[in-house]
């Protein structure tokens, strides 16, 4: 769409205002107008009642362009979303979703996209109304002020206080477009017919540095047009009001003496109140009236004791939490998973799910079936996020159920969020008309926040099986936080069976891994609660679980090294009162770990290593290390550039807790060291050094870390560097 | 059971973008839609640079090397996300000269940012195409064509008129894109035709403003160019052909498609058709060792999801070339109707039409669908193989660039069939 010549004549109008204004009334009045002038005209209603043409045409429009969206069909004649109305004006309504579903705001954005397509746009036409929602709610309602539509705004208000509010905040969202430009006509005043409204506008007027275009006094013939669907200047052309219609055109049409434009300059609510209503509110604390109230937030105290509250600062979020529960609840074999969201973000999170299963089925040796999991998604289309997705769900709802699967979670994406779509409600009538589980889960994307918060939603979901306590005591484990995206997740799994059933324990449930339904809810049996690993998450998780079903906490996470693996199997197997086993298990692996690690120390013993990792933790590094007969020069946790310092965990009083990039090169120069050991890569031209990778998620057990430590050990056998990395 | 769900319009228009290599996209999204799509195009761009938080600490990046992104969070989602765009297009102005495609996700869309605004007030209209709404959940052959669309009118082309032609519908998301392209550049050369450029699979902004001198438009995948080819046709008269046997799959299209493109051009496609029927010879020595024994690959069944233009050519060759029979096929959404219909037609006349629309369907030997897919199907038991024929991979590393299409193609084909089922 081309600009016109900015002097004017205007062509492009958006008229704007608070609900209830007359805005419509006044829109529909100026385009009869102009049609009478004898210019071709085009008025765009973009609220979502859809009345704005009613005068114009007679009736509501029938076929809104959102309507048109809904119906989808290519081959529909779009001529339709036109109709023509009073003395030929061009008659186009956006529509918008039902009250209280869907995104309007997208529906006003998909309009002007639509019309765009089908090549319906004001360069046919003289003159363009665009008659807008009255509050500017979000940046779909702000469309037409964008500079490609509008070339001039007229503000409708009256004199009252709350529609001047309105007005200046509408001024608000055009400064936030146009800053140093000027669209402004003016202020269209429709009167209210109050004592001091016209003192109380011109107050307005002056200080936001605005005409008074026209004023349009309180009149029963307005009333009386409406009722007969039609505009005033339709039906009583003779009337002062119509005339006043006829000035107001013939100034905003005048080439000799065009309208001039003026900047947006709102003003602060502060000096607003003061000016129109005469009170001063900046010495108080509060915009409302100051009742006091008997509460107390609960604040963080500072050393000195008083409290204090800051706004946290938000690092990036790393992922979403869509993905994370979905991760985690995919685990659970017999449920069905609906993810509510368009199909990209299904695209992402399936291929995320299927790829680590491949490697993880691939990794573990394991020669029997991979575990399938369910997951279909509603695709939310254009359609879902205007009017919104609720059907769509509702149907996806239905067809899950035919399947065997015994519960339904629904995953929100950020779509649904926005858009706000009743997960909750729709999930609970579904549950009940079907009779089986259907267990939302709120996250909205990244309402939730990252990867990780969206697992322990998933995690705090799938504990909806459990009911509370009623189960008994088992001699059983729960085992929990295994790291499913591991590519070892399964072999480490099978190890530790291996020792279980040695010690005849049963797993009652991975919680969540490989798990079933049944598992899940067998949970209510109190058991002792393996933690899978030491991090918060972890620790947190079991503690819900731990919560909910009275089961112990075992202290330890699953083991590294050899004697992590002995101090585990021990307390765990006097906790089961079958120390006798405990010992013989133990002493069966002794015996082949001292052969092992006999070897090794062979080719180990005195060299000089480096240690430092991004993340995980390395207590178990150093403890092999140290027990293959290796020197540490320098152990650390490297400061990441996007996780924060606090998570890592500082087991060991030789461990740095901040040690840097730049040192470790350092450090390698100076120490020389014979091997380093790290998580992350290392240039070679910095650092002409022997480096193996510390992995993410060790292997568990007796020989977890000796299985490393083997690798390890053969690199120092190898060339310092590689001749590929000549190449980089 | 569920497979990965397809690619959708988000991703085909991203991944439409990054294959011309002096683009850059940026996504206003959170950083879970930038992280896949970072990895993605990382790897289809085949880029050197490793990827890790440590090499590449720059903001917006999150240490990959493409597809920077504004970490939306969900207060942006109600406050607007005007501020980090100003600021990551300030960060990239000085720092990337090509052009820059800022595309909105889906979530960032609903918003109502006028990122078109913001590109204005940053003075980079002529360097920053806005993609404010990428479409909801419409395949990713579509994102592509629409994409490639978009960039070609703000490039404006002007190229002077050249006895070559353009290779359209090819595209980084399709597996093998470098491959592809090189077997049927090989195959058109020696026929004596000559590619000018290659839209959305490895041609620059530079090669794409010269492209409008084409001859003509040689469709590979109509799924991903039917837009290209109408918009080069509305504004520079440029024809196009759609080979009437779908995609150079298998010998019989290949030949078919060569023959086409040549027929149109007035050339003759003598040095191809050897080759073909070289290959077909080597084929049929292989096959006839293993069927000698077996009798395969006669008679066993095969699946199939793919688009039209890749299915209807594959189908008819595995059917009437190898004698298996299709158990299961499934058309991506957004395939041509007209290779569909023929793949209908061709069902119907052998009987086998009861097998469109399900997938994998009863037993199938082979799965011809993308790795990920096909590796989950094997690890199922629900088939004895699978052949990785689109996007996503499955993971495996490949170095030498390889095709399933063309004379080179077909031989790859019946190697990893033979493979399979001996």
Redesign the interface.
């Known amino acids: 769409m081309n600009n016109k010549d900015p002097e004017g004549p205007f062509t492009r109008i958006a008229v704007y205002g608070k609900g209830g204004i007359g805005k419509s009334t006044i829109s529909a009045n100026i385009s009869a107008t102009l049609a009478d002038e004898g210019y071709s005209v085009l008025h765009i209603g973009c609220d979502p009642k859809h009345d704005s043409t009613r005068a114009l045409l007679g009736e509501l429009h029938p076929h809104t362009v959102t309507d048109f969206l809904r119906s989808s069909d290519a081959r529909t004649d779009c001529s339709a979303l036109v109709r023509t109305g009073y003395n030929g004006i061009a008659c186009i309504e956006a529509g918008g979703p039902e009250p209280g579903v869907g995104c309007a705001g997208r529906g006003i954005l998909s309009t002007f996209e639509i019309l765009g397509r089908m090549g319906i746009d004001s360069s046919r036409y003289m003159y363009t109304i665009y008659d807008v929602l009255g509050d500017v709610v979000c940046g779909g309602f702000a469309v037409p002020l964008r500079r490609e539509y509008a070339d001039l705004i007229l503000i409708v208000t009256s004199g009252e206080y709350m529609s001047l509010y309105a007005a200046n905040n509408i001024l608000r969202g055009i400064q936030n477009f146009d800053m140093n430009i000027n669209r402004i006509g003016g202020i269209i005043y429709n009167s209210r017919g109050g004592s001091e409204e016209d003192e109380q506008l011109k107050k307005f007027s002056d200080a936001v540095g605005l005409p008074i275009l026209v004023k349009i006094p309180r009149s029963e013939i307005f009333l009386t047009a409406e009722k007969h669907s039609n505009t005033v200047v339709a039906a009583f052309p003779n009337s002062l009001e119509a005339s006043l219609f006829r000035e107001l055109i013939s100034d905003l049409t005048s080439t000799k003496k065009p309208v001039s434009r003026y900047r947006a300059r709102p003003l602060d609510v502060i000096k607003l109140e003061s000016l129109i209503l005469g009170r001063d509110i900046s010495a108080s604390s509060s915009f409302s009236h100051q009742v006091s109230v008997n509460f107390k937030p609960a604040m963080p105290k500072t050393v000195d004791g008083t409290g204090c509250f800051r706004v946290p600062e938000k690092p990036p979020l790393f992922g979403c939490a869509f993905a994370g529960a979905i991760t985690v609840l995919s685990q659970i074999q017999d449920a069905s998973i609906i993810a509510h969201c368009p199909s990209s973000c299904a695209h992402i999170v399936s291929n995320l799910l299927v790829s680590s299963h491949n490697r993880d089925h691939d990794k573990s040796g394991y020669h029997g079936k991979q575990t399938p999991f369910s997951l279909i998604h509603t695709g939310m289309d254009e359609k879902m996020m205007v009017f919104g997705g609720i059907d769509r769900l509702k149907k996806s709802i239905i067809k899950s159920a035919e399947s065997e699967n015994r519960v339904i979670f629904i995953i929100s994406g950020c779509a649904p969020g926005i858009t706000g779509d009743d997960i909750e409600g729709c999930s609970s009538d579904m549950s009940q008309s079907l009779g089986i589980p259907v267990i939302p889960v709120s996250v909205n994307g990244i309402g939730e926040g990252d990867f990780s918060a969206g697992t322990m939603a998933g995690y705090q979901a799938s504990l909806q099986l459990v009911k509370k306590g009623t189960g008994g005591k088992r001699k059983s484990v729960v085992l929990v936080g295994e790291k499913i995206l591991a590519n070892n997740t399964s072999a480490n799994f099978n190890e530790l069976n291996q020792y279980l059933s040695a010690l005849d324990i049963p797993v009652l449930c991975r919680f969540l891994a490989h798990t079933t339904v049944n598992e899940v809810e067998s949970m209510n049996k109190q058991s002792l609660i393996l933690p899978a690993s030491s991090d918060e998450s972890t620790l947190k998780l079991s503690e819900i679980i731990s919560e909910k079903t009275g089961s112990d906490i075992f202290p330890y996470s699953l083991p590294f090294t050899f004697h992590e693996t002995v101090r585990w199997v021990k307390n765990l197997a006097k906790i089961f009162r079958v120390e006798d086993k405990g010992s013989a298990l133990i002493a069966l692996k002794e015996k082949k770990y001292r052969e092992e690690i006999g070897l090794i120390m062979q080719k180990t013993v005195g060299k000089r290593v480096i240690i430092s990792s991004s993340g995980p933790d390395i207590s178990w590094v150093l403890e092999i290390v140290r027990e293959c007969g290796m020197e540490i020069i320098r152990a650390g946790y490297l400061s990441s550039p996007y996780l924060m310092k606090d998570k890592q965990k500082i087991s060991d009083i030789s461990i740095i807790p901040d040690y840097t990039l730049e040192k470790l090169y350092d450090d390698i120069k100076t120490y020389r060291p014979d091997l380093v050991l790290t998580t992350i890569w290392l240039d070679h031209k910095k650092a002409n050094v022997r480096y193996g990778m510390i992995p993410f998620c060790p292997n568990v057990g007796f020989f977890g870390a000796l299985s490393s430590m083997k690798h390890w050990t053969s690199i120092l056998f190898g060339p310092v560097t590689e001749g590929w990395r000549n190449y980089l | 059971?569920?497979?990965?769900?397809?690619?959708?319009?988000?991703?085909g228009m991203i991944l439409g973008a990054e294959g011309i290599p002096d683009i850059m996209v940026i996504l206003n999204s959170?950083?879970?839609?930038k992280?896949?799509h970072g990895h993605i195009a990382h790897l289809k761009r085949n880029e050197?640079e490793?990827s890790?938080?440590?090499?590449r600490?720059e903001p917006w990046f999150?240490?990959q090397s493409r597809i920077p992104c504004t970490?939306?969070?969900?207060?942006d989602?109600i406050f607007?996300t005007h501020d980090k765009l100003e600021k990551i297009l300030d960060y990239m102005k000085n720092r990337w000269d090509g052009l820059i495609v800022l595309i909105n996700?889906?979530?960032a869309?609903?918003?109502?940012?006028?990122i078109?605004?913001v590109i204005t007030d940053m003075g980079m209209e002529k360097r920053c195409i806005p993609v404010?709404?990428?479409?909801?959940?419409?395949s990713a052959p579509i994102g592509v064509d629409k994409m490639l669309v978009r960039i070609l009118e703000h490039i404006k082309p002007s190229g002077k008129p050249e006895n070559k032609i353009n290779l359209i519908g090819l595209s980084i998301l399709q597996r093998y894109c470098e491959g592809t392209k090189k077997e049927i550049t090989s195959l058109l050369e020696k026929s004596g035709i000559t590619v000018l450029s290659t839209p959305g699979a490895g041609s620059d902004t530079e090669d794409l403003s010269l492209s409008s001198g084409a001859l003509l438009n040689a469709i590979v995948f109509p799924e991903y160019a039917i837009e290209t080819a109408n918009y080069y046709y509305n504004h520079f008269k440029i024809p196009f052909i759609l080979p009437k046997d779908g995609a150079p799959i298998g010998f019989d299209a290949t030949r078919s498609w060569i023959a086409d493109i040549c027929s149109f051009l007035g050339k003759e496609p003598f040095v191809v058709n050897q080759e073909i029927h070289s290959a077909e010879k080597t084929a049929a020595s292989n096959i006839a060792r293993i069927n000698a024994v077996s009798g395969l690959p006669r008679g066993s069944g095969f699946a199939i999801r793919a688009e039209s233009s890749l299915a209807f050519p594959l189908v008819k060759w595995l059917y009437t070339y190898l004698g298996m029979i299709p158990v299961g096929i499934k058309l991506t959404d957004g395939s041509c109707r007209t290779y569909s219909e023929k793949l209908i037609n061709f069902l119907q006349e052998n009987h086998l039409d009861n097998c469109l629309g399900i997938f994998p369907g009863k037993d199938p030997d082979i799965v011809f669908t993308d790795g990920?897919?096909g590796?989950?199907m094997k690890?199922?038991?629900i088939c004895r193989g699978y052949i990785d024929i689109s996007h996503?991979p499955?993971?495996k590393i490949e170095i030498i660039p390889k095709t399933i299409f063309g004379i080179t193609g077909s031989l790859m084909l019946i190697e990893e069939i033979l493979n399979i089922l001996r």
């Open positions: 059971m569920t497979g990965v769900t397809d690619p959708d319009i988000l991703t959170p950083t879970g839609c992280f896949y050197s490793i890790d938080p440590y090499l600490p999150f240490g970490y939306l969070d969900d207060q989602y607007g996700a889906p979530g869309s609903l918003i109502g940012d006028d078109k605004k404010e709404i990428p479409g909801y959940s419409s990920t897919t590796s989950m690890n199922l038991g996503p499955s993971g």
